[in-house]
């Protein structure tokens, strides 16, 4: 454990941080994968309604810093090219 002060409260800090961290990639995931299970049912309207979701979640974890960028846009091509993909 930490002796000095500034030390303890980093460790609140990240402590807290991690939380919302894992809580914003947990819902990140969670969309995703709610997305794949609406396209296994060959369900190209409810996916296309869907997809904002997706693309919400994806952004506000690269804008928090959970993910990178570049992964982001990654996964965002990906989702898209699923729903095409059923059209």
Do not use: C, W
């Amino acid at each position: 454990m930490p002796i000095i002060q500034a030390q303890k409260k980093s460790v609140r800090q990240s402590e807290r941080r991690r939380v919302f961290n894992d809580r914003r990639r947990r819902t990140m995931r969670e969309n995703i994968k709610e997305l794949k299970d609406i396209i296994a049912t060959k369900d190209h309207k409810t996916a296309m309604e869907y997809l904002p979701n997706v693309y919400k979640a994806i952004d506000k974890a690269v804008k928090q810093g959970v993910i990178k960028a570049n992964t982001g846009s990654r996964k965002k091509s990906q989702v898209n090219r699923l729903v095409k993909e059923i059209a």
